[in-house]
């Protein structure tokens, strides 16, 4: 038997909401970087689901396509020797002259296909319409995505224009290229209810099939659904054609995301507004069936063993992607390819699976219907421009070559399969998995970015300690080599330090513990192969560049601790070149109640006047986004320089300002004052906002002050959440 195969191919959704369409292709770059096609052979892949898409190739007029861009990319893919899987629609209704619910839409994709077929005829396989299902139902059910019907008979004219195109396509590709397969994709996610609600729960179950069960012939008077499609405007002749003339997928692409999977419960004051819903006979609530199943979801192993049961045919995953924290979207790839392998080992004709996103999905939190530019990364993050390869490129191409997987974070739990998933009352009993795996060490307990981590460690899944000075005194040697022999951890996060910035200007302990310590600690991670992460400050340097400093700017610190840093970041580096050290500044977060934002809000809602700097410029970093960014690079295993604070640049008095506006109180009461008349010992820069040319991670600073104000709440704080951020959770 042929080993699994790895595929691979770029989110390339072309959505129209009402006249507006938006490119997934355009956002991530994809479309613009040829050289792209190279890093995707560079995984060892076999085939690459290929965007061949009608909206792009004849966007105005049926007879006016524009080869150009898919003669330079698959004249290469041919070059690099992998066969593509050409797609024709994605998630869309094709060119503006079109739509699904036109009569025309059917013929009109044939004859694009037929148009690609006579242009690329060595092309062996199509996906002529992806997951015709689940765009039939956001198209024509839902309403979120043009042309927004909410009826059931749009949904039916929707799903059996695309069939009906998809048999006309192969039809005509078939005429030119006889061996040319149809690998036919859906969403397969099972949906589970309680006990009242199985038959609706039943009927979306059968309903998950009808792309397949259509076109493959099975959809005669028998068919569970055959009522339902006859009664929501589908002929008989036209189901009946499909019986007498199938065109069964040769390859089964199924797809199955965490939210995929649901959970439809009547108990609707259990649930917030939005997801409650109904179906005129019962009104209930649809939920992701992991916030509160007991059980832990099918996954993929379930999908995989159902499909290959019904059709005993050809079946591959078309779609892996998991839109979350790096460890996280490894284990969903690693499960995915472990339960394929799993069910090849019984027998099972499971062919491949695929990686999907490869670089990157833009507005899918919000289902495409809001421009945002959220962006989700994925084998690759194109946030800088320049795609940088992710832990996940690292374990698609292991899994491709046959190699054992070396990531650390593998052996942990996905949040599928913990209990904190749990956002409402457990149906069901409760099964989870432990967590497991060689630790993070985190030194400064009693400091805030310490204890952040550990948090973050907490809910990530990340086996973790969280290390006080007596435990590990980072500049002790023995102490260190202890410690590590211990714990034997796989990286060590170093949040201690001296953070008094006046009183470094004449305490030598600062320089024990923010140079000595970081040197020594990065000489015996070195030593014994385990990844370090250190941290240094905006404070390196001099404020003379009027513009976000970027990493290869010179640094010039202006005091003690400015210069304390600079040395620490030079010796770690030196001593341990895989080293990641990040520069921050002006941390706030919800944890510390001694933060200039948190000390300003308060003392607003007082009605006390708040004094602050207006004459020094900074980028305040939200302390969950900068602890969120940097574990992923520590996972991906980034190593030297980076910059990470939220985007934008601020003076203390404006920081002040827009934190009184985002939680409605009076900014007038902060006072503006220069940075002299506040009693400062250690000279400033006048400007350290930072940037980089390494990455765009983190959000914009008037987001985290959202999200801060959120998080504070939800903590028990004084502060209501704003209607803004209410607005923001209802999506």
């Known amino acids: 038997m042929t080993p699994l195969q790895l595929w691979a191919g770029p989110e390339c959704t072309i959505n129209r909401i009402g006249e507006r369409f938006t490119d997934q292709l355009q956002s991530s770059g994809f479309a613009r970087r040829l050289d792209d096609l190279d890093r995707l052979a560079g995984l060892g892949i076999a085939r690459m689901r290929f965007p061949l898409l009608w909206e ?3 966007p105005e007029r049926p007879a006016e396509c524009d080869w150009r861009w898919s003669d330079e990319r698959l004249a290469r893919l041919r070059e690099l020797k992998i066969e593509a899987i050409a797609g024709l629609v994605h998630h869309g209704g094709g060119p503006r002259y079109t739509n699904l619910l036109d009569p025309g839409f059917p013929e009109l994709l044939a004859d694009y296909a037929r148009s690609v077929a006579e242009r690329y005829p060595h092309l062996d396989a199509y996906t002529p319409v992806n997951e015709p299902v689940t765009t039939a139902r956001f198209s024509g059910l839902y309403g979120l995505w043009y042309p927004h019907r ?37 969403d397969l996610g099972y949906v589970h209810s309680s006990a009242r609600l199985k038959y609706q729960a039943s009927f979306e179950n059968e309903r998950r099939w009808l792309s397949f069960d259509l076109l493959a012939g099975r959809v005669d008077p028998r068919h569970r659904l055959w009522k339902y499609l006859r009664k929501h405007g589908a002929g008989e002749r036209e189901l009946l054609e499909l019986v007498e003339s199938p065109c069964p997928p040769d390859i089964v692409g199924i797809n199955s995301y965490v939210t995929s ?3 439809l419960d009547e108990r ?12 005129g006979r019962h009104r209930y609530a649809d939920v992701e069936a992991a916030r509160v199943h007991g059980l832990h979801i099918g996954g993929f192993e379930a999908r995989l063993r159902e499909t290959c049961e019904r059709y005993r045919l050809p079946v591959a995953i078309t779609e892996v992607h998991l839109g979350c924290s790096r460890e996280e979207q490894l284990r969903w790839l690693h499960q995915a390819w472990t339960a394929a392998q799993s069910l090849r080992n019984e027998g099972l004709d499971i062919r491949a699976v695929t990686a999907w996103a490869a670089f990157g999905t833009y507005d899918w939190d919000s289902l495409l219907t809001r ?6 990364s994925g084998l690759w993050d194109v946030s800088s421009g320049t795609p940088r390869p ?18 650390p974070v593998l052996d942990g739990p996905g949040w599928w399969q913990r209990d904190l998933r749990l956002h409402y009352p457990c149906e069901g009993e409760l099964q989870c998995h432990p967590v497991k795996g060689r630790p993070l060490l985190i030194t400064g307990a009693t400091g805030t970015l310490g204890q952040a981590y550990a948090r973050f460690c907490e809910l990530r899944g990340l086996p ?3 290390l006080a000075r007596s435990e590990m005194d980072i500049a002790d040697a023995a102490s260190v080599e202890a410690t590590l022999e211990r714990w034997q951890p796989w990286a060590v996060i170093n949040t201690a330090g001296f953070v008094r910035v006046d009183d470094a200007e004449h305490e030598p302990r600062q320089w024990r513990e923010n140079v000595v310590g970081p040197a020594l600690l990065a000489q015996v991670c070195a030593r014994r192969g385990v990844r370090l992460m250190s941290f240094s400050s905006d404070l390196v340097f001099d404020g ?22 600079l040395e620490a970041e030079r010796r770690v580096l030196a001593h341990a070149p895989d080293a990641l050290v990040i520069r921050t500044a002006a941390f706030f977060g919800p944890w510390d109640r001694h933060n200039f934002v948190t000390l300003a809000l308060d003392a607003l809602r007082r009605g006390e006047r708040w004094p602050a700097a207006e004459d020094q410029r900074v980028s305040p970093t939200y302390v969950p986004d900068l602890v969120s960014a940097s574990l992923d690079l520590l996972i991906d295993g980034e190593s030297g320089l980076w910059h990470l604070a939220n985007r934008g640049a601020v003076s203390w008095a404006e920081l002040a300002r827009m934190a009184a506006e985002v939680a409605g109180l009076d900014a007038g009461l902060v006072s503006p004052l220069p940075a002299v008349s506040l009693g400062q010992i250690a000279p400033r820069p006048a400007y350290s906002a930072l940037g980089s040319e390494r990455g765009v991670l983190m959000p914009s600073l008037e987001d985290g002050l959202v999200r801060y104000l959120g998080d504070c709440s939800e903590l028990g704080g004084e502060w209501p959440i704003p209607e803004v951020l209410q607005l923001r959770d209802a999506a």
């Open 261 to 263: 999977e649901r959970f």
């Open 390 to 407: 992710t832990a996940l490129a690292r374990l698609a191409r292991q899994l491709a070559q046959g190699e054992a997987p070396d990531s």
């Open 56 to 58: 792009r190739t004849a």
């Open 544 to 565: 003379r560049v009027r513009r976000p400093y970027v990493e290869t700017d010179e640094p010039r610190p202006l005091n003690a601790y400015g210069r304390g840093k």
């Open 150 to 186: 909410r009826d059931d008979r749009s949904f039916v004219r929707a799903l059996l224009n695309e069939i009906r195109g998809t048999v006309l396509a192969m039809r005509a590709i078939r005429q030119i290229n006889p061996r040319a397969l149809l690998v036919q994709t859906d």
């Open 268 to 279: 609707v004051s259990l649930y917030p507004p939005e997801l409650r819903g109904g179906n």
């Open 464 to 466: 973790y300690h969280l």
């Open 371 to 376: 421009e945002k530019g959220n962006y989700e």
